[in-house]
């Protein structure tokens, strides 16, 4: 069973930034993709930034340019780097990775509020 736990999460300032984590305690037997979604009150869930097959990157139009997806293998984490964040921004950031048998694992989230 896997277990995925961010942290990082905050309050902060328009243009500020935040760096969240993701520590996998487990794994899917082989991991397709993985990365971030966020959900706002009122909104669908959505993916934000995500490491794909063969190491590509994927990064919604609203985050490009001002959020940075990473991983270290050796920690088994996964981060998001965030900056210029603006209120926008602000929603629980949800840990996703999805194995080749495409089961979803989410983390419990972690909050991210910015203030206007």
């Known amino acids: 069973q896997v277990q995925l736990v961010e942290s990082g999460g905050g309050l902060v300032q328009t243009g500020g930034s935040l760096r969240l984590s993701c520590v996998g305690y487990?794994?899917?037997?082989?991991?397709?993709?993985m990365g971030w979604d966020r959900q706002a009150p009122g909104k669908q869930r959505e993916p934000v930034a995500f490491?794909?097959?063969?190491?590509?990157?994927d990064y919604a139009q609203s985050v490009k340019d001002r959020f940075t997806i990473s991983r270290d293998d050796a920690e088994n984490t996964m981060y998001l780097q965030m900056d210029k964040l603006n209120p926008e921004d602000t929603a629980i950031y949800y840990c996703h990775v999805i194995s080749y048998d495409n089961m979803n694992f989410w983390g419990r989230g972690t909050q991210v509020t910015v203030s206007s």
């Open positions: 490491l794909l097959t063969g190491g590509r990157t």
């Open positions: 487990g794994s899917p037997a082989r991991v397709r993709v």
